[in-house]
T-cell receptor, first 114, second 110 residues
Framework: DGGITQSPKYLFRKEGQNVTLSCEQN?????MYWYRQDPGQGLRLIYY???????QKGDIAEGYSVSREKKESFPLTVTSAQKNPTAFYLC?????????????FGPGTRLTVL | AQSVSQHNHHVILSEAASLELGCNYS??????LFWYVQYPGQHLQLLLK??????LVKGIKGFEAEFIKSKFSFNLRKPSVQWSDTAEYFC????????FGKGTRLHILP
């Protein structure tokens, strides 16, 4: 059935290591998003993509990178430059980057940096 | 910068109580407003949205929200809550991107 998958659900990494979080959607959506969710902070936009091979920085892009080589995939790399990487990461998709469209969210990946 | 404010970070109610969660957005011209809900262990999902027409919007599970332009508000309401409404609720405003509020944790006592 259709939806967004994120893997893994839990991820542990040592400080100083880069780590890539997977996000796949089979909803045929053009737009994809990455958010970071911290307690009491709500969701903050890291990166978003309107179309294949195009992406824009969100509000907190420093220390993160993305790629959009395929429509259905939007992986997020948390680099060693990210000062506080431990968080819950949510991927979302939508028909297009216009604000009346509902975003559909994945189950999230909880990253813990030791 | 545009922003979304949710007034209550944590709300505790008994079953059958009425609910109102506050949400205010800063002026931005465009009015595209959403309420999302995150039940424990589940995906974030849309409750309801408003972008034009009747300012009273009905969503899933008996929720509704009223857009009041003069107050820049989009409060979420439910006349009688159930234990299953325990969740975190996020208000969001959209223009070229979506801005989320910090969320309200709702805990319903059985």
């Amino acid at each position: 059935d259709g939806g967004i998958t994120q893997s893994p659900k839990y991820l542990f990494r040592k400080e100083g290591q880069n780590v890539t979080l997977s996000c796949e959607q089979n909803l045929n959506h053009d737009a994809m998003y990455w958010y970071r969710q911290d307690p009491g902070q709500g969701l903050r936009l890291i990166y978003y993509s309107q179309i294949v091979n195009d992406f824009q920085k969100g509000d907190i892009a420093e220390g993160y990178s993305v790629s959009r080589e395929k429509k259905e995939s939007f992986p997020l790399t948390v680099t060693s430059a990210q000062k506080n990487p431990t968080a819950f990461y949510l991927c979302a998709s939508g028909p297009q980057v216009f604000s009346t469209d509902t975003q559909y969210f994945g189950p999230g990946t909880r990253l813990t940096v030791l | 910068a545009q922003s979304v404010s949710q007034h209550n970070h944590h709300v505790i109610l008994s079953e059958a109580a009425s609910l109102e969660l506050g949400c205010n957005y800063s002026y931005g011209g465009t009015v595209n407003l959403f309420w999302y809900v995150q039940y424990p262990g589940q995906h974030l999902q849309l409750l309801l949205k408003y972008f034009s027409g009747d300012p009273l919007v009905k969503g899933i599970k008996g929720f509704e929200a009223e857009f009041i332009k003069s107050k820049f508000s989009f409060n979420l309401r439910k006349p009688s809550v159930q234990w299953s409404d325990t969740a975190e609720y996020f208000c969001a405003w959209g223009d070229d991107k979506i801005i989320f509020g910090k969320g309200t944790r709702l805990h319903i006592l059985p």
